[in-house]
């Protein structure tokens, strides 16, 4: 399991195809069923030794020389990727903290339709909640009794 706060990959499937989502460990778990987890994209840190190596303020300036040294530094994951692939989505739902009623938002990425990312989180819901999509439109999303 991944700790709290890593970015984890999830597959689901709508008709017969399979898309990913994304989203911080344990938020969308608690809003859906049947997603499968596949990995962590957080990449890890690691140190780094630098050589030393002569710096310039500008090209054909005067040089500094800098003496090697340890670097901690990000490896492993997507490091070419600015961003996670495809669209925002955002799960909302009110909870009560004993003192009034808030809006808790859950940000995820997500690959394929919006149409079936719908359609997926009306038959895999586990609680009530708002389904905003990347344009802003609300979808209502309700559990069968």
């Known amino acids: 399991m991944a700790k709290a706060g ?15 989502l994304f989203s911080k460990a344990g938020d969308v778990e608690d809003f859906l069923d049947g997603l499968s987890e596949q990995t962590s994209v957080n990449r890890a840190p690691v140190q780094v030794a ?8 500008y090209p054909g300036g005067p040089g500094i020389s800098v003496s090697g040294f340890n670097r901690t530094t990000l ?3 997507d490091g070419n990727r600015a961003t996670l692939p495809g669209q925002n989505a955002y ?3 009110e909870v009560s903290d004993g003192t009034g009623v808030k809006v808790e938002v859950t940000t995820i990425t997500f690959t394929g339709p919006y149409t079936s990312l719908y359609q ?3 038959a895999n819901a586990k609680v009530a909640f708002n389904l905003r999509s990347p344009d802003g439109t609300v979808d209502e999303i309700t559990i069968s009794d």
């Not at 890593?6 to 499937?13: G, H, L, P, R, Y």
């Open 6 to 20: 890593d970015i984890i990959e999830f597959d689901w499937e709508w008709a017969d195809e399979t898309h990913k």
């Open 50 to 57: 630098v050589g030393g190596h002569t710096r310039r303020r």
């Open 75 to 77: 490896l492993g994951g």
């Open 91 to 93: 799960l909302e739902r």
């Open 120 to 122: 997926y989180c009306l």
